[in-house]
Nanobody, 120 residues
Framework: QVQLVESGGGLVQAGGSLTLACTASGSISTINPMGWYRQAPGKQRELAAQMTSGGNTNYADSVKGRFTISRDNAKKMVFLQLNSLKPEDTGVYYC??????????????WGQGTQVTVSS
C-alpha cells in the first residue's frame, strides 16, 4: 500500500508563485516516475510534470519555463515550483507515483489533490 500526502496550493494573483509538495509512504524501494497531474474545471486531467528517479524530467508545453519539478528520493518527496502563474493554471493538482517494492510494481498511486487558484 502506498499513500501520497500533498501540501501547498492556495489562492494567488496572476504572476505569483506557489510550491507544492508530496510525500509518499509505505513499503517502497523506489519510485519511478513521480510527478504531478492537474485538472482544470471542466477539462480532463493532464500531466503537468514528472521526474524519473534518475532526474529526467518531462513537462507539459504549457508550463515549460514556468514550473520546476524536483525530488528528494531519500525522503520519497516530489516538489513542484509554480512561477509566473496564469489564471489558466487554476485547477486541482494531483501528485502521482509509480512505486516499486523490489521488482513488484504497485498500481499507480494518487494524492487527494490540492487546489490552485490563480486570480487575474
Amino acid at each position: 500500500q502506498v499513500q501520497l500526502v500533498e501540501s501547498g496550493g492556495g489562492l494567488v494573483q496572476a504572476g505569483g508563485s506557489l510550491t507544492l509538495a508530496c510525500t509518499a509512504s509505505g513499503s517502497i524501494s523506489t519510485i519511478n516516475p513521480m510527478g504531478w497531474y492537474r485538472q482544470a474545471p471542466g477539462k480532463q486531467r493532464e500531466l503537468a510534470a514528472q521526474m524519473t528517479s534518475g532526474g529526467n524530467t518531462n513537462y507539459a508545453d504549457s508550463v515549460k519555463g514556468r514550473f520546476t519539478i524536483s525530488r528528494d528520493n531519500a525522503k520519497k518527496m516530489v516538489f513542484l515550483q509554480l512561477n509566473s502563474l496564469k489564471p489558466e493554471d487554476t485547477g486541482v493538482y494531483y501528485c502521482f507515483a509509480d512505486a516499486y517494492r523490489g521488482t513488484y510494481r504497485y498500481p499507480r498511486s494518487w494524492g487527494q489533490g490540492t487546489q490552485v487558484t490563480v486570480s487575474s
